[in-house]
């Protein structure tokens, strides 16, 4: 296979799986006392069973078979497990389950093993996202952004249009005293960059809705196709969440009874999506062009109602208090400091609009004239 003679195959894979083993197992020592730990024996115990069928072909005693000892590879995972947490450590192991299945996939005397490697890089993917402070906040207050992806375009837009278009003005009215020549600019900015913001974003939701609906797809034929399969990974899957194995079983075997209910846990669980709630593409854009509109509408409101010469300095002052107001709330809702947010925003928005009025007034004089 590949070139080599078997037994030089067979130690390759007997090592690779006897140092997964050793890895496994300084994970459950670092987890120690936690439902981790059993999680990561059970990985153990998995490894032993691959290394084991490689001994019996190599001629060697099956039952003097143990996790490899002194592997530099080994101590660096434990050193960085106890440094950083696990969950920190496990993305590794995943690319490694990953590489793992790859292999095994091209060998016909590993071939079986392929479905347990894919169940392990699953679990260990789950183990992890149960300390993701991401994860655990997917319920609480950043659903607010992710419903659909409408509220966050419409974040993003009021802040892009605020800054983008204040930026415009202050750079036009640096280099011209004709308060016309600001507004057509101001109003050419808005429309072009709320057109381009609603079709980006489109786009955007579009394809992310694709993929996602690639993934249910593949999700659905994996539970028609592989059910028992399937009943593993939920298994594997509340195990990680801390239930016995009992009940874990039980429940996986109550909701694959069901396919829709099935795909609909298994989306939610392994792919973390709602089936019901993947985005409109429509509405995504929508939102980005309104939202835009009202942050780049903030700089030439003035110009619009003809302030006369309090105009520069009416627009220089709404933009400045839209950006404190835009700072404050984007930092209140992502529970940061409301005050540091709003003079964040302020500073960025206002060096941008500074540079750019700098700049238009050394070159739009001369360029106009």
């Not at 003679?5 to 997964?20: F, G, T």
């Not at 802040?159 to 278009?165: I, K, P």
């Not at 874990?248 to 396919?259: D, E, F, L, V, W």
């Not at 300095?313 to 529970?335: E, F, P, R």
Request: hydrophobic share 45%; glycine share 10%; aromatic share 8%.
């Amino acid at each position: 296979m590949n070139g080599q003679p078997d037994d030089k195959r067979y130690r390759a894979y007997l090592k690779a799986e006897l140092e997964a083993a050793a890895m496994y197992r300084a994970l459950a020592e670092v987890d120690k006392g936690t439902f981790k730990e059993e999680i990561f024996l059970e990985l153990v115990e998995a490894e032993l069973r691959h290394a084991a069928r490689w001994a019996e072909k190599l001629g060697l005693d099956v039952s003097r078979i143990e996790p490899a000892k002194s592997v530099l590879k080994v101590s660096m995972y434990r050193i960085a497990a106890r440094i950083f947490g696990t969950s920190r450590v496990i993305p590794w192991l995943v690319r490694s389950e990953m590489k793992d299945i790859g292999i095994y996939a091209a060998d016909p005397e590993a071939s079986d093993f392929v479905a347990d490697e894919r169940r392990h890089a699953r679990v260990l993917r789950q183990a992890a996202a149960g300390e993701d402070p991401i994860q655990y906040l997917r319920g609480e207050t950043w659903h607010r952004f992710s419903n659909g992806g409408s509220l966050r375009a419409a974040v993003l837009g009021i802040n892009d249009g605020l800054v983008s278009n204040f930026s415009l003005v202050m750079g036009v009215a640096g280099g011209t005293d004709r308060p016309e020549f600001v507004l057509l600019a101001g109003v050419a900015g808005l429309m072009a960059g709320a057109f381009s913001m609603a079709a980006g974003e489109y786009i955007s939701m579009r394809s992310q809705k694709d993929i996602y609906e690639h993934q249910l797809m593949i999700e659905e034929a994996e539970i028609r196709e592989f059910p028992e399969e399937e009943e593993e990974e939920l298994v594997l899957i509340y195990r990680t969440k801390g239930l016995s194995e009992e009940d874990s079983r039980n429940i996986a075997k109550q909701i694959m009874s069901n396919p829709g209910a099935a795909l609909d846990t298994m989306a939610r669980e392994e792919l973390g999506l709602d089936p019901n709630q993947l985005g409109s593409p429509w509405g995504a854009a929508f939102s980005s062009f309104a939202a835009f509109v009202v942050g780049a509408i903030v700089p030439i409101l003035p110009y619009i109602f003809d302030a006369g010469d309090l105009t520069f300095i009416l627009s220089a002052v709404l933009s400045a208090l839209a950006l404190i107001v835009v700072g404050g709330t984007l930092a209140g809702i992502t529970s940061r400091s409301v005050l540091w947010g709003s003079l964040r925003m302020l500073m960025a928005g206002g060096a941008a609009a500074a540079v750019t009025f700098g700049i238009g007034h050394l070159i739009g004089v001369s360029i106009i004239g």
